[in-house]
């Protein structure tokens, strides 16, 4: 089987007392004697891990990961030891996630139109709950030349560990089964599938859905994003199961039950960011911050957690610490030497890989992929449509501190604090009582009409068909 690699290019903003600044004023913070430095902006760390200032913004970039056995979670540690690097080197700064590019090797000739046509369909739906917010702009993908040639498929920065450690389980897996052959059994009928929110609801959406039979017709039918996403995981299973550990697994499945929720979940959340001017129109979000600890906000924390540097990160991260002063250049698949060095490049992932160990013979071997050629994904003759899903209020538990009881009591005592002191004590034990039941329903009304202000726009966006620049404008 010929290897296929994932990667991830996470990119940020950096903001200093809540205002934006450009990261390469700070960028000399972060480097290290240890690094290899490309130019004053740019470097390789021990660690395998690159950063780079694109523009004001850094960026990190994770290593080409082998698709095989647990490697959701060494791509997941590499990112998450690349953010930790960042928000630890200026603790005066904050940051918050713009872009999430995850970068999956393909076989075949993925320049071909058609090829990247039917990629793009078979995971766009999975991918935009997975990959994308509910104030997202959408997503795309790219075909990038190289040796594997590679898609760059363009999505939002994700905060939650967990959720990128299985979308990294969902796409690769899709990336094994596309190496093999095996397309999607169905794919979505949507006319735009890049730069949009096509299914603004979430799970909870509808989608119509063209399902080819073996006679050669074509099958059309409406199912929620919710049965759409089951119906994909239990065709790609079989890769799912065969790359991922009991534990990445588990979690994956998690997600796609609803029993974890997904960042798009999370409508009340995100509609208290929308409705607090958390994101400005070009898509950045801002260091707001909120009272519910298990969503406080879009700024990114350091993880605390201690990691192992996984293998693909010693692995380049040997070149740094060995060849450093003989690099002139690395980038995904080449590392080109100063004259003189022998060899004078390597191109190619698995070259790249294979030789490193000559540098250090107590590294681990480099394996090709340990998937099997002979692994089938599950089969769908029929699609039955199952009864559609409503969005439950109830479950959606975001819940900022402020709309709690001693807020409302507060309020309620500056609306009636000049009434005379007889008035007060009555109020307080009658008044008072259902002020505060009153402020509770007022604030359910209106976390409900901020969720469906959030649906709602974008249902008009697609129904007037407006360009990119007006999604940006109606996310503000």
Known sequence: MVEQYIGIE????????????GFGEYFDSLVKDTDYSKSNSSIRTPEGLGFYVDGSEIEILTPPVA?????ATRLTDLLMIGRDRVINSSPELEHTGYSMHWNLTDTENINVDINVESYLKGIAVPFHLFGLTPLSIGL???????????????????????????????????SQARSQKHESPFFPEIPNLTNTLFLPDGRYDKIKIIHPQHSGDSDVKTI???QYLELFYHWLEPFVRDLGTKREVNNLEGFISGDKKLEFDNFKYFAFIKDEGGKDG????????????????????????????????????EYVKKMKDKIKSI???????????????????????NHVRTLNPNLPDYHKANGSEQIKPNSIDEIKVSKSMKYDDSKDNFVDGRKRIIY????????????????????????????????????KIKEKSQVNSIIEQYKQVNREGIDNAEH???AK
């Open 472 to 474: 940006n404008f109606i």
């Open 408 to 443: 409302c009591l507060m309020q309620e005592f500056n609306k009636r604090k000049k009434d005379i002191l007889i008035n007060i004590l009555m109020l307080a034990s009658i008044g008072g009582l259902i002020g505060i039941g009153g402020s509770f329903i007022y604030d």
């Open 224 to 226: 929620s994003a919710q």
């Open 10 to 21: 996470n990119e940020l903003i950096t903001f200093e007392e809540g205002k934006v600044v």
């Open 140 to 174: 795309n993908l790219r075909a990038k030349e190289g040796n594997p040639p590679r898609y760059e498929l363009l999505g939002d920065s994700l905060i939650n560990e967990e959720q990128i450690k299985a979308n990294a389980l969902l796409l690769g897996a899709y």
């Open 67 to 71: 698709i095989n056995k647990g490697f």
């Open 282 to 317: 070009g898509g950045t979000y801002l260091p707001i911050r909120t009272l519910d600890k298990n969503l406080p906000g879009q700024v990114l924390r350091a993880s605390g957690k201690k990691r192992k540097i996984p293998l693909e990160g010693k692995l380049i991260g």
């Open 331 to 353: 980038n995904w698949e080449k590392i080109d030497f100063y004259r003189g060095h022998d060899p004078s490049s390597l191109h190619g992932i698995e070259e790249i890989y």
